[in-house]
Structures are given as C-alpha cells and as structure tokens.
C-alpha cells in the first residue's frame, strides 16, 4: 500500500535496531481519514471471502479493527483482553502467548459469549514480528469452532519469523506493508 509506505517513511522512525515507531498514526495518536484507506485496502484484500467477525488484540489493534468494520458491512468487532479484568465473564476462551519484546508469556482471553461456532472470524493487527500474538488468536478461534479465514496487518517486520510461523500453520496473511530491514536509521521495503 504506497499510502502506508510514504507514511512510515515520512512519520516513522527506528527506535534501537529492530521497533518502528508509528505513533503519529498507529500507536499513540491516530490517523482517521488514514486507517479509513486501511480499511478500504483490507476490505480489497479478502473481498473474496464472507466475514461474519473481526477479531483484534487489544490496544493497538481496537482502532485498525473497528474503522475497518464499516467496509465489511458494520461486522461486530471483538478485541481479546490482555489485562487481567474482573469485567471479564468467568466463561473466556484463553491461551498464553509469549512476548519477545517483554521475554514473559501473557495471558490473552475472549468472553466465549462473543465468538460462535461456524463464525468466519478475520483476524486484524498493526504488526506482525513473531507471530505469537496472532498465533494465539487462532487457537482461541479453534476453541471456538469458528473459522480463521486470514490475518490482515498494517506492518509486517519481515526480518522477524512471523509469516514463517502462520504459514506452518496454514494460515492465509496479507501485509498492507512489508519491511525487509530497519537497520542503520534506513527502512527497506520488500
Ligand atoms: P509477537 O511475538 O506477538 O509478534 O510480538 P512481540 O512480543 O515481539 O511484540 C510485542 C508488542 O510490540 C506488540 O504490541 C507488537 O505489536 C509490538 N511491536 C513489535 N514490533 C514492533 C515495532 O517494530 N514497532 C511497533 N510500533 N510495535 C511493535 P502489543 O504488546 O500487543 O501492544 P499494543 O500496542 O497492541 O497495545
Ligand atoms: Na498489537
Ligand atoms: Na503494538
């Protein structure tokens, strides 16, 4: 998505050797009139399959989701819980997923009440680096005996095992932005 790219280029910057900071659109403040191109561009992406549901991880992926919703006919959006909540129903499906960037396992949970099965369940998220967090997101779906139809990311760390990782496991991706390297302050595209 050239959009995407002019914008990392022009309000990006590399944090370290290996984070790219978007938090004039993605991560902090957000990009509306942007994310609404995102979402038209997703919406292009699987315009072949049905989708009953969004399902995203909570923060990041809440904003990306729910603009998204609205070119796949308004479609409920369902964000997996991080933090432990007494909110939450007793009734969740859950399952660990382990962090690089924080080198502990978290638990991610979903009120069973919101995802059915036979549901066609299109997954959503800003990035993908490992792949775990996404991973996790297509057990709770199994749990639930709905259908992952495929995961749709805003950025893909190329350079990082995540594509790898969801293709072992059959999993369809489409990245909006796919970065080769981020070393020596110079983003690469792929
Ligand atoms: P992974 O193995 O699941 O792929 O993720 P990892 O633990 O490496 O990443 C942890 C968090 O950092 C995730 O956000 C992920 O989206 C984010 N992240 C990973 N690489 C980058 C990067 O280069 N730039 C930015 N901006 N974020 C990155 P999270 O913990 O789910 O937080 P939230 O932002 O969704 O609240
Ligand atoms: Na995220
Ligand atoms: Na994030």
Do not use: C
């Amino acid at each position: 998505m050239e959009l995407l790219k002019e914008k990392i280029l022009k309000e990006g910057s590399i944090v370290g050797n290996d984070i790219l900071k978007v938090d004039s659109f993605l991560n902090h403040q957000i990009d509306v009139s942007f994310l609404n191109e995102v979402g038209k561009e997703f919406k292009k992406r699987f315009n072949d399959v049905k989708i009953d549901k969004i399902l995203t991880i909570e923060a990041s992926g809440i904003a990306i989701a729910s603009i998204a919703s609205q070119y796949f006919g308004n479609v409920p959006v369902v964000f997996a819980k991080k933090s432990e909540s007494k909110n939450l129903d007793k009734d969740v499906y859950e399952t660990n997923v382990y962090s690089f960037t924080k080198g502990k396992e978290y638990s991610v949970k979903v009120s069973k009440r919101y995802l059915n099965e036979g549901e066609n369940i299109l997954v959503l998220d800003d990035f993908l680096a490992n792949g775990r967090a996404a991973l996790g997101l297509k057990d709770i779906i199994d749990q639930a005996g709905a259908n992952l139809m495929g995961i749709g990311i805003v950025i893909e760390k190329g350079f990082q095992e995540g594509r790898e990782l969801l293709q072992k496991n059959n999993i369809r991706l489409e990245s909006l932005a796919i970065l080769e390297s981020i070393g020596n302050n110079t983003v690469k595209f792929r």
